[in-house]
């Protein structure tokens, strides 16, 4: 694929956030409303399209592809981590000031929202369902290595929340793909399961672009020159080289090596804006994050992905 076939691909998933800005800032959708949405999304679609995409997936039934996913979820992320936070020292951010919280956010990409329609052009449903098994490990890196880094709290004080209705779906899920079992879940459950989970995607990055319109009314504060170029530094340049080495070097699966290229040219998530809330870190640097890195890899996303294929060697 050519890199403006696949700018052409990514171009909808982040007209998608723009329309989600639109809606939050013309009041279609309301801000008391938001919560409701991420509830849902997170808490009912996003559990329903890892059942619907993993339970018969014939690829999640070899061992490669359901050890190493989580494992190279979490080793990739928690290097992240480690690498925004010593960057962020390194152009004089302190503790208390957006240390941790650059550390953070920069630290994790987006793996979720953005990734999984283009792994469905890329790979079809069998890499998605191993991106999702992968980001089990990502999510374990976020709530033990990332609570630490953006809290200096306790491992266990992230590790509670890892009990999930998504952890709960792919658990299920994949017992049921390994047992070959999944012909024995009603056809009704299914589809009911499929037209639930449809939903995920759209609806996450239209509550992506809703939650950062919320940030627009001062958008003098949305550019910090030092931050934003730093951030693309370690999310767009330094952590995909070193993604994409890691992915030439492991012996994973076409699946898998197609994932970690994918998320290693995605930009800096959105839930660390929120977790940033949550546990009272500088929200405002995690947006400042979101926002530059979001916006350069509309240029760099495509000649990542089209680079990154070639080098660890799985084509297009």
Known sequence: MTIWGLFILILP????????????RFGIIEQV?????????????????????????????????LILPPLAGFVTTAL??????????????????????????AGVVNYSYLPFPVLGRLGGQRAQGVMLVHNMGVELAIWSVGILVLTGGPFRQGLRRLLSPMLCAIVIAVTLNLLRCSDYVPELVRN?????????????LLMTGMNLANFLNTPSKLVHPRVALTACGV???????????????????E???????????????????????????????????V??????????????????????????
């Not at 998933?13 to 939050?24: K, Q, T, Y």
């Not at 993993?54 to 061992?63: D, H, M, T, Y």
């Not at 949550?278 to 947006?287: E, I, K, M, S």
């Open 33 to 65: 409303s938001e919560s409701s949405i991420i509830r849902l999304v997170v808490f009912v679609c996003m559990p329903c399209l890892a059942f619907d995409t993993i339970v018969a997936n014939p690829s999640l039934r070899e061992a490669q592809n």
């Open 255 to 289: 699946d898998l090596k197609r994932v970690l290229v994918v998320e290693a040219a995605m930009p800096a998530g959105v839930l660390p804006i929120i977790i940033a809330q949550y546990y009272g870190g500088q929200p405002l640097t995690a947006v400042q994050i």
């Open 235 to 253: 999310r767009l340049l330094l952590l995909p080289v070193l993604m994409l080495a890691f992915a030439r070097l492991i012996p994973a699966s």
């Open 291 to 316: 926002l530059s890195t979001t916006a350069a890899s509309l240029v760099t996303c495509p000649l990542w992905i089209r680079a990154g294929l070639q080098w660890v060697g799985v084509g297009s």
């Open 80 to 105: 992240g981590f480690g690498i925004a936070y010593t960057v962020g020292r390194m152009i004089g951010l302190e503790k208390g000031a957006g240390l941790r919280t650059f550390g953070f956010s």
């Open 192 to 204: 009911l399961v499929h037209a639930i989970g449809a939903l995920a995607i759209p609806l996450g």
């Open 13 to 24: 998933v982040f007209a998608l956030i723009g329309v989600g800005v639109a809606l939050r």
